[in-house]
């Protein structure tokens, strides 16, 4: 089956890597629209006008489906996305909801971009405690590569934080530092990664093993980025 997935840059690799792990032998379209990295500081038009590109690319590659591996576009515009799909599209928030439910969490921080915080979308979707955090600077340290400056960035986004029992890695470039966000934490709290939660939930028709990796612009930390995430 011919998956493809995108991104605004290296974060939506966390997803392909959980589909790798549960769906090994499929052919995998991945689109990290590196040009127009971060998504999660642009309007909602110009965020469309990124994926409109993106989703023609997957057109022309005869995708059977298409995973959006990104939050941002996934709080943002799936409903139109869904919509206007040729193909069955998916996305990292489908089956999230739904799992933290199951799991029983009560106190749910939230880390994301700015525009999937400002949708609202996991205090609409649940009853439970949910405490959401901007972290607008996070994606561009992550794509260049800055691991120093994370450690601080961090300490300032989790400052006033309560007492939580779980964290939704909200933007799929978190899981790159799921380590540095739980090494914050002093008591057990569960991390959720949505990657892992869709790819896991989907059932998918499989072929043969092939990966094809598109950037739209390429930065010197790219290719050390991707080997790392893919290893
Ligand atoms: N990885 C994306 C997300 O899940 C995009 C982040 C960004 O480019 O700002 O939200």
């Given at each position: 089956m011919r998956v493809g997935l995108f991104d605004s840059?290296?974060?939506?690799l966390t997803v392909l890597k959980a589909f790798l792990k549960y769906h090994p032998d499929n052919e995998y379209f991945y689109y990290g629209d590196t040009l127009n990295?971060?998504?999660?500081?642009?309007t909602i038009d110009e965020l469309y006008g990124c994926v409109k590109n993106i989703m023609n690319y997957m057109y022309d590659k005869k995708v059977d489906i298409i995973v959006i591996a990104c939050g941002t576009v996934s709080a943002n515009l799936y409903d139109r996305l869904k919509k206007e799909s040729k193909v069955p599209i998916y996305s990292v928030l489908d089956y999230v909801f739904k799992y933290l439910k199951d799991n029983n969490f009560k106190d749910t921080l939230v880390l994301a971009t700015s525009k999937t915080i400002e949708s609202h979308i996991f205090k609409s979707k649940l009853d439970t405690n949910v405490y959401e955090v901007a972290c607008p600077k996070l994606v561009p340290l992550i794509e260049g590569g800055n691991f120093e400056e994370i450690e601080s960035t961090l300490d300032e986004y989790l400052k006033?934080?309560?007492?939580?029992?779980s964290i939704v890695?909200?933007?799929?470039?978190y899981p790159i530092i799921k380590d540095l966000i739980e090494k914050k934490f002093t008591y057990p709290v569960s991390i959720i990664d949505m990657g892992e939660i869709l790819a896991k939930e989907l059932n998918l028709e499989d072929s043969f093993k092939k990966i094809d990796l598109y950037f739209s612009k390429k930065s010197k930390y790219l290719e050390k980025n991707v080997n790392s995430i893919l290893k």
């Amino acid at each position: 089956m011919r998956v493809g997935l995108f991104d605004s840059g290296i974060g939506g690799l966390t997803v392909l890597k959980a589909f790798l792990k549960y769906h090994p032998d499929n052919e995998y379209f991945y689109y990290g629209d590196t040009l127009n990295v971060p998504y999660g500081d642009k309007t909602i038009d110009e965020l469309y006008g990124c994926v409109k590109n993106i989703m023609n690319y997957m057109y022309d590659k005869k995708v059977d489906i298409i995973v959006i591996a990104c939050g941002t576009v996934s709080a943002n515009l799936y409903d139109r996305l869904k919509k206007e799909s040729k193909v069955p599209i998916y996305s990292v928030l489908d089956y999230v909801f739904k799992y933290l439910k199951d799991n029983n969490f009560k106190d749910t921080l939230v880390l994301a971009t700015s525009k999937t915080i400002e949708s609202h979308i996991f205090k609409s979707k649940l009853d439970t405690n949910v405490y959401e955090v901007a972290c607008p600077k996070l994606v561009p340290l992550i794509e260049g590569g800055n691991f120093e400056e994370i450690e601080s960035t961090l300490d300032e986004y989790l400052k006033d934080v309560p007492k939580i029992d779980s964290i939704v890695l909200g933007c799929t470039h978190y899981p790159i530092i799921k380590d540095l966000i739980e090494k914050k934490f002093t008591y057990p709290v569960s991390i959720i990664d949505m990657g892992e939660i869709l790819a896991k939930e989907l059932n998918l028709e499989d072929s043969f093993k092939k990966i094809d990796l598109y950037f739209s612009k390429k930065s010197k930390y790219l290719e050390k980025n991707v080997n790392s995430i893919l290893k």
